[in-house]
C-alpha cells in the first residue's frame, strides 16, 4: 500500500499531528450515540504510523459506556482531530477534515452501525486489522 505523510491538528493550532496512511482514505461514518452528536467520521492507522508533535499538555479526554475509546479533544476549541477507537485499541481513529490540505487523493465513506457495535464488529471482515502494521496483518 502506497503512504503518504498527512499532516494535521486541531482549529486552534495548538494540538498537531503526523499520520502515514494511504492517500486515498476508508473513512467511516458511525451512528453510535457519540459519533451521532459529534460527527465523527474517521480513518484507522496504528499507532505506529502515528506521531503526535505538540499539544499533549492541551489534550482532554472524554470516556463513557466501555471505557475502551478515549475521546481526546483540545481543552481549547473543543475539536477532536484524533481519537482512540473502541473497534481499534491498538491504533488512532483521525478526522479526515482535521487534515491540511493537499496530501489527500480520495475519500471512500463507509457507513458503519454503531447503535449495533457487536454485530456490526462481527460481521465486518477488516475494520480489527486497520489498526496493525501490514506486517502483522
Known amino acids: 500500500m502506497e503512504l503518504v505523510k498527512h499532516s494535521g491538528g486541531c ?3 495548538a ?3 503526523e499520520v502515514w496512511s494511504s492517500p486515498d482514505l ?3 461514518h458511525c451512528n453510535c450515540s457519540i459519533c451521532t452528536k459529534k460527527q465523527n467520521h474517521h480513518f484507522i492507522v496504528p499507532k505506529s504510523r502515528f506521531t503526535l508533535l505538540q499539544g499533549m499538555d492541551n489534550l482532554t479526554t472524554y470516556t463513557f459506556n466501555t471505557h475502551v475509546a478515549k475521546h481526546t479533544f483540545c481543552k481549547t476549541c473543543g475539536v477532536q482531530s484524533f481519537y482512540t477507537p473502541r473497534s481499534n485499541p491498538d491504533g488512532y481513529g483521525v478526522a479526515p477534515h482535521c487534515l ?3 496530501s489527500v487523493r480520495s475519500v471512500t465513506v463507509e457507513t458503519f452501525c454503531g447503535e449495533k457495535w457487536e454485530e456490526s464488529m462481527k460481521s465486518h471482515r477488516s475494520i480489527r486489522d486497520m489498526s496493525k502494521p501490514e506486517d502483522d496483518v
Request: hydrophobic letters at 40%.
Open 100 to 102: 491540511d490540505p493537499g
Open 26 to 28: 476508508l473513512v467511516f
Open 15 to 17: 494540538v498537531r499531528f
Open 11 to 13: 482549529h486552534c493550532g
